[in-house]
């Protein structure tokens, strides 16, 4: 492509996003000094390259999901975010309540890009530091897990029979003798070399605690927060295809693929853009989702991003996504112990 296609698809590409219509030559003419003709012969080469289609019967054209992944890759100018809102962003985002913090930045993200605001929260510890087996009554026993930064995490566990202090006491040493420091994940592959010289009946209950461990750690793992799904539902391209809206919030419903989309993001740097029918993680055409990780102390512990239509108008989204990161992770880096 010369920089005359360029500029024409940057430009066409800059007013579909604007207002939703096809873009004929004759509108483009006036934007440049060619000829309608001559803008064309432009929009044909575009056209076989992949870059535009024209709906239906209309004379005009408008992006493909190629055209947009050029269009943010090469021909996009992102302008910084304005210093004075992204100061009232770091309000809603409390050092002082890091679970609040994360939830808040869903609903943060939405309310400025008018979209859906995602976040994939923050793993919680897989290691515990120290457990501790409390008697409740006769056949449930209190499982408590201390994580090695001081987070306490408490579960009930229904056993076959009745558990002496003493016992409990024994079943806490063991575990805390040789598997402090480690993952549930860990121990359950040790436990049955391990668990042999003790009675059998403690050994089921220090399985129950690894079962009770290992699955908090799964549905932890995947735990993600969305706002403002609704706020989808006032966008046309949305809404003229109810099959395509209604597999939008089956994705919300759901989460699977999302959850593989934010955990591969979480794995790069800086903010990433998907968009439907360009990228195999998006399962939509016409969806686009921007993001970003966000991490404490340096270091990465999950994602936050946008989903939205793929005509948005990305220089203004893209630095709501990144700066939403970089607050959320000035908050959970100043968090309170």
């Known amino acids: ?140 026993v209190l499982l408590i897990i201390v994580t090695p930064d001081g987070d306490v995490q408490n579960r009930i566990l229904f056993v076959t029979r009745e558990y002496t202090e003493v016992e409990l006491l024994e079943a806490s040493n063991f575990f805390n003798r040789n598997f402090s420091g480690r993952s549930f994940h860990e121990v359950r592959l040790s436990l049955a070399n391990e668990l042999s010289s003790l009675q059998t009946d403690i050994s089921r209950l220090m399985q129950a605690a690894v079962e009770a461990g290992t699955s908090t750690e799964a549905s932890e793992d995947d735990a993600v927060v969305i706002s403002g799904e609704g706020k989808l539902l006032g966008i046309s391209e949305m809404t003229a295809d109810m099959d395509r809206l209604r597999r939008l919030f089956a994705l919300f419903e759901h989460k699977t693929e999302l959850l593989h989309l934010l955990d591969v993001s979480s794995q790069a740097q800086g903010v990433q853009i998907y968009i439907g029918g360009d990228s195999r993680l998006v399962p939509l055409e016409d969806v686009s989702v921007i993001t970003a990780p966000y991490g404490a102390d340096g270091k990465v512990v999950g994602t936050l991003g946008v989903i939205g239509p793929s005509r948005m108008a990305y220089e203004r989204v893209i630095p709501i996504v990144d700066l939403t990161a970089r607050m959320l992770s000035n908050a959970l880096s100043h968090a309170s112990p």
């Open 1 to 140: 492509m010369d920089d005359r296609a360029k500029a024409l698809l940057k430009a066409l590409i800059e007013r579909y996003i604007d207002d939703g219509q096809p873009v004929g030559s004759r509108t483009l003419s006036k934007m440049f000094d060619l000829s309608p003709a001559t803008i064309r012969n432009v929009m044909a080469d575009l056209e076989d390259l992949g870059l535009i289609h024209s709906p239906h019967t209309s004379a005009g054209r408008v992006p493909t999901p190629r055209g947009y992944r050029m269009f943010v890759d090469t021909l996009l100018t992102v302008q910084p975010y304005d210093l004075e809102p992204a100061a009232r962003m770091q309000e809603f985002l409390p050092a002082s309540e890091p679970g609040r913090a994360v939830t808040a930045a869903a609903s943060l993200l939405s309310n400025l890009s008018q979209f859906a605001g995602v976040v994939l929260t923050p793993k919680r510890s897989q290691v515990f530091r120290h457990i501790e087996f409390i008697r409740l009554s006769d056949r449930r």
